[in-house]
């Protein structure tokens, strides 16, 4: 799949960070989780700053959750709703989006080895789509794609519907899949789309990071 010579200027990508999830199969809050000499949001919130404005990151939190510090021009909010998944999330996130952004990459807190041209390449096949998602067969990466803000309107008619499956938002608007492995090019690994939802899965990606050093 070619990639849209369509360029975003830098200063209007945003970014949605999730992270107020139950962590239930980790056991602990995992943008808490010491990740090299970052806690694990941190890290993704560094990551993230390399390929948007970092005025224009929102970390979306539930409510009560203590997150670990972050730097002052971070944007934090909170689900309007607990326990109704992704699309709750990225309303919250689109809704506190600063006007100028044109374009929002959504993530979860859980992906420290996350790479940035893996983002950077996101963007760029986004072209003049609403939406562009990495698919994996029949599924799709909710939260490693990118958003035009201006799909708010139809997330929360889906939210309103009890409509909560990413794919709903898919089959609305304009969006472009892309095939993972058109990816590796940016991430040989595929890291970006490792979530750490168990303890093994943290291991796993401690030691990964070791390796890297």
């Given amino acids: 799949m070619s990639v849209s010579t369509h360029q ?5 990508k945003g970014a ?35 390929a948007v404005d970092s005025s224009a990151i929102v970390v979306v939190s539930a409510a009560g959750q203590i997150l670990p ?14 326990g109704r998944g992704p699309l709750e999330g990225l309303a919250a996130g689109l809704k506190a ?41 029949e599924f799709h990466h909710p939260l490693a794609a990118v958003y035009r803000p201006r799909v708010l309107s139809v997330v929360l008619q889906l939210l309103a519907a009890n409509k909560l499956r990413p794919r709903f938002l898919f089959d609305e608007v304009d969006t472009i899949e892309v095939d993972v492995e058109s990816l590796r090019e940016f991430d040989p690994t ?13 291991e796993t990606a401690l030691k ?5 050093h």
């Fill in 8 to 12: 975003l200027d830098a200063s209007k």
């Fill in 97 to 137: 989006m600063p006007h100028h952004v044109d374009a929002v990459y959504a993530t979860s807190c859980d992906v420290p080895l996350m790479a940035t041209e893996f983002v950077r390449a996101m963007f760029r096949h986004l072209g003049n789509h609403e939406i562009a998602v990495p698919v994996e067969g």
């Fill in 69 to 82: 510090p972050l730097p002052p021009e971070i944007l934090v909010t909170c689900d309007e709703n607990s």
């Fill in 190 to 202: 595929l890291s970006t789309l490792m979530n750490l939802n168990h303890p093994e899965d943290y």
């Fill in 208 to 212: 990964r990071l070791e390796n890297r």
């Fill in 16 to 50: 949605i960070v999730l992270c107020g999830g139950k962590s239930s199969r980790m056991g602990q809050d995992k943008a808490s989780l010491p990740f090299g000499s970052e806690l694990m949001l941190q890290r993704v919130v560094r990551l993230l700053s390399d």
